[in-house]
């Protein structure tokens, strides 16, 4: 004879939901139900979406290509990592574009921010490295060691290094969130919007950005101190004024 199997009513009893859940979590019934459902969701996209509408707001006119951007005294270009010591293919793309403003007169100096907070990760050293390598002078080169992330970048860069007007470098899906962090911290800005094919890791790069807008909008606001500040730096402009004709 074939053993009887146990009951599983017993199982089924134990794994489901409490009766206060079920009911919190029961769909819309009634027409008054449903509307208000609808206006929380309505309202939630609001709220998701408003910081990525300042962004888009605040940037608006200001991104261009190398061709028509105007001129300032200074370009910033931000940290996107390094593969073994040596730039990655974005931030590469980034230089590339800031040593052209560099030789189209677009700019008299450049400042690199970007993560030196490990002995064995130098970011602006490398990304100074590659630009001398490719025509910009070295003594026109200023390195920001404590450029964790964009708002530090920003906020560093106006309260460290006294830069009032610039022009930003970094991929299409950050530019915006850049100078709208840039003029929160004081900094009037154009952005320079590298073109990348469009492969996972811009798709990546715009699905993280709904989330870093809204951190952005927060930072705007509260406006916090810079992981790490120091005393002011006069190289940049020093390098400025050197470059001036």
């Known amino acids: 004879m074939r053993p009887r199997?146990?009951?599983?009513?017993?199982?089924?009893?134990?794994?489901?939901?409490?009766?206060?859940l079920r009911l919190r979590l029961r769909l819309p019934r009634t027409t008054r139900e449903?509307?208000?459902?609808?206006?929380?969701?309505?309202?939630?996209?609001?709220?998701?979406?408003?910081?990525?509408t300042w962004m888009y707001v605040t940037a608006s006119g200001r991104v261009r290509d190398?061709?028509?951007?105007?001129?300032?005294?200074?370009?910033?270009?931000?940290?996107?990592?390094?593969?073994?010591?040596?730039?990655?293919?974005?931030?590469?793309?980034?230089?590339?574009?800031?040593?052209?403003?560099?030789?189209?007169?677009?700019?008299?100096?450049?400042?690199?921010?970007?993560?030196?907070?490990?002995?064995?990760?130098?970011e602006p050293g490398a990304m100074r490295?590659?630009?001398?390598r490719h025509g910009v002078p070295y003594q026109q080169i200023?390195?920001?060691?404590?450029?964790?992330?964009t708002w530090d970048s920003c906020a560093r860069a106006r309260r460290i290094f006294g830069v009032t007007h610039a022009v930003l470098v970094s991929q299409g899906f950050h530019i915006r969130r850049a100078i709208a962090l840039c003029e929160a911290a004081g900094i009037t800005s154009y952005g320079v919007a590298v073109a990348e094919p469009h492969d996972a890791t811009w798709y990546y790069g715009g699905t993280r950005e709904v989330g870093a807008a809204a951190k952005a909008a927060l930072d705007a606001v509260v406006r916090p101190d810079p992981s790490l500040l120091?005393?002011?730096?006069?190289a940049l402009?020093?390098?400025?004024?050197?470059a001036r004709p």
């Open 142 to 149: 200023v390195l920001d060691y404590a450029g964790f992330d």
């Open 66 to 122: 190398v061709a028509d951007v105007p001129a300032e005294p200074v370009g910033v270009v931000f940290g996107a990592g390094l593969v073994n010591g040596e730039p990655s293919p974005y931030l590469a793309h980034r230089l590339d574009a800031a040593a052209e403003l560099y030789r189209d007169h677009k700019v008299n100096a450049l400042l690199v921010t970007g993560d030196n907070s490990r002995t064995d990760y130098d």
């Open 34 to 52: 449903r509307r208000r459902a609808v206006r929380v969701v309505a309202a939630l996209c609001v709220l998701a979406l408003a910081p990525m």
């Open 237 to 242: 402009t020093a390098a400025v004024r050197r």
């Open 129 to 132: 490295a590659y630009l001398t």
């Open 5 to 20: 199997l146990p009951r599983r009513a017993g199982l089924a009893r134990s794994v489901r939901l409490p009766r206060r």
């Open 230 to 234: 120091g005393r002011k730096e006069t």
